[in-house]
C-alpha cells in the first residue's frame, strides 16, 4: 500500500492537552516523511489545522490511511464510515484497556515507522448490518465493528423473544436483552455476559443471551454468513432498546423483527507485525497478574 496522505481523527471533539499534543507530534512525524496531513471530522475545531471535509474530494481519495487518536470508542465510531471506503485503519491509545487502539503513547515514533516503512499486515474485521423490520417497511437500519445489543432498557423485568437462525427457530428465551458481536466485539461486552473470546480474524460471530432466566441458554458461535433474527418480543414494561456499538439508535416496542447479517464492507485494520494478540489478552485482562 503506498501512503501519501493520511488522516488524523482526534478523540471526538476533544480539545484536551493530551489529544492536541498527541495529534500534534503524529503530523510532524509524518510530515517529516513528506506525508499530507488531514485531520477528520471527530477532531476538534479547536485543534489547527488542514480539514478532509475541506480538501474538495471524497473521503476514499483524500486519504490512504486513517489514524485514530483516542480510546475504543473513537475508534468504533470513526471506524463506521472508514469501512465504507474501505481506508486502512490503526489507532493510537488515548484511552482505558484498548483493545482496538493498537499504538501506545510509549512507542508512538517507533510504530509509525514500521507502518511507513511496510512492516505491517492488513486484518479485515466483520462488520454487522442491522435491519429493524416492522410489516413491509425497515424503520432502522446500521452498521456495527464490535455489536448489536437488544436490551431490556429502564424496566427491572425480563424481555422475551424468539431466535431464528437462516430461517430456522433456535430458542425463545426470557433474558435482560442479547449480545450478536463480531470476533472483534467478543472482548467488549460480549465477554462481560460470558461469551468467548474469539481471534479477531475468524469468520464468526457470536450470540450470547444476557442474563437469561433458563440458565442452560448459553452463548453459541455461528457462521459469519448467518443471518439471525430476533423476533415476537414481549415486554412487560414501556420498551426494549437496540444499541449498535454502544450507541442506543431506537427503541422496539414488540412488533418489530431485528435482522443481523454480516455487513458487505469490512474493516481493514492495520496490524504491526510485532503485534501480538495474545499478549494483548494477557496485558488487557491482567492475565499476568
Same mark, same amino acid.
Given at each position: 500500500?503506498?501512503?501519501?496522505?493520511?488522516?488524523?481523527?482526534?478523540?471526538?471533539?476533544?480539545?484536551?492537552?493530551?489529544?492536541?499534543?498527541?495529534? #500534534?507530534?503524529? $503530523?510532524?512525524? /509524518?510530515?517529516?516523511?513528506?506525508?499530507?496531513?488531514?485531520?477528520?471530522? @471527530?477532531?476538534?475545531?479547536?485543534?489547527?489545522?488542514?480539514? *478532509?471535509?475541506?480538501?474538495?474530494? !471524497?473521503?476514499?481519495?483524500? %486519504?490512504?490511511?486513517?489514524?485514530?487518536?483516542?480510546?475504543?470508542?473513537? /475508534?468504533?465510531?470513526?471506524?463506521?464510515?472508514?469501512?465504507?471506503?474501505?481506508?486502512?485503519?490503526? &489507532?493510537?491509545?488515548?484511552?482505558?484497556?484498548?483493545?482496538?487502539?493498537? %499504538?501506545?503513547?510509549?512507542?508512538?515514533?517507533?510504530?509509525?515507522?514500521?507502518?511507513?516503512?511496510?512492516? =505491517?499486515?492488513?486484518?479485515? +474485521?466483520?462488520?454487522?448490518? @442491522?435491519?429493524?423490520?416492522?410489516?413491509?417497511?425497515? *424503520?432502522?437500519?446500521?452498521?456495527?465493528?464490535?455489536?448489536?445489543?437488544?436490551?431490556?432498557?429502564?424496566?427491572? +423485568?425480563?424481555?422475551?423473544?424468539?431466535? $431464528?437462525?437462516? &430461517? +430456522?427457530?433456535?430458542?425463545? %428465551?426470557?433474558?435482560?436483552?442479547?449480545?450478536?458481536?463480531?470476533?472483534?466485539?467478543?472482548?467488549? =461486552?460480549?465477554?462481560? #455476559?460470558?461469551? !468467548?473470546?474469539? =481471534? !479477531?480474524?475468524?469468520?464468526?460471530?457470536? /450470540?450470547?443471551?444476557?442474563?437469561?432466566?433458563?440458565?442452560?441458554?448459553?452463548?453459541?458461535?455461528?457462521?459469519?454468513?448467518?443471518?439471525?433474527?430476533?423476533?415476537?418480543?414481549?415486554?412487560?414494561?414501556?420498551?426494549?432498546?437496540? #444499541?449498535?456499538?454502544?450507541?442506543?439508535?431506537?427503541? /422496539?416496542?414488540?412488533?418489530?423483527?431485528?435482522?443481523?447479517?454480516?455487513? #458487505?464492507?469490512?474493516?481493514?485494520?492495520?496490524?504491526?507485525? +510485532?503485534?501480538?494478540?495474545?499478549?494483548?489478552?494477557?496485558?488487557?485482562?491482567?492475565?499476568?497478574?
Amino acid at each position: 500500500m503506498k501512503i501519501n496522505r493520511v488522516g488524523l481523527f482526534g478523540k471526538f471533539n476533544d480539545p484536551s492537552e493530551s489529544v492536541s499534543d498527541t495529534v #500534534a507530534q503524529i $503530523r510532524q512525524l /509524518l510530515e517529516k516523511n513528506s506525508l499530507k496531513v488531514l485531520l477528520g471530522n @471527530t477532531t476538534s475545531a479547536a485543534i489547527d489545522g488542514e480539514r *478532509i471535509d475541506d480538501s474538495g474530494r !471524497p473521503l476514499g481519495e483524500a %486519504i490512504d490511511l486513517a489514524i485514530v487518536v483516542g480510546g475504543d470508542g473513537t /475508534l468504533l465510531s470513526a471506524a463506521r464510515t472508514l469501512a465504507e471506503h474501505g481506508i486502512p485503519t490503526i &489507532g493510537v491509545n488515548l484511552g482505558r484497556l484498548g483493545f482496538l487502539t493498537d %499504538i501506545a503513547l510509549h512507542d508512538l515514533e517507533s510504530s509509525l515507522g514500521d507502518i511507513l516503512s511496510g512492516d =505491517y499486515l492488513i486484518e479485515h +474485521r466483520t462488520l454487522l448490518e @442491522t435491519r429493524v423490520h416492522l410489516h413491509n417497511d425497515i *424503520i432502522h437500519r446500521g452498521r456495527s465493528v464490535n455489536d448489536t445489543v437488544i436490551s431490556k432498557g429502564d424496566t427491572g +423485568r425480563l424481555i422475551e423473544f424468539e431466535i $431464528r437462525v437462516n &430461517g +430456522r427457530f433456535l430458542s425463545h %428465551i426470557r433474558s435482560d436483552g442479547v449480545i450478536l458481536a463480531t470476533p472483534t466485539g467478543s472482548t467488549a =461486552y460480549s465477554l462481560s #455476559a460470558g461469551g !468467548p473470546i474469539i =481471534y !479477531p480474524t475468524l469468520p464468526v460471530l457470536c /450470540l450470547s443471551p444476557i442474563c437469561p432466566h433458563t440458565l442452560s441458554n448459553r452463548p453459541i458461535v455461528l457462521d459469519q454468513d448467518s443471518r439471525v433474527e430476533i423476533s415476537s418480543m414481549v415486554f412487560s414494561e414501556t420498551h426494549a432498546n437496540l #444499541a449498535l456499538d454502544g450507541r442506543v439508535v431506537c427503541e /422496539l416496542h414488540g412488533g418489530e423483527t431485528v435482522a443481523v447479517t454480516k455487513a #458487505a464492507a469490512s474493516l481493514p485494520m492495520i496490524r504491526i507485525n +510485532r503485534h501480538d494478540h495474545f499478549e494483548t489478552l494477557r496485558s488487557k485482562l491482567g492475565w499476568n497478574e
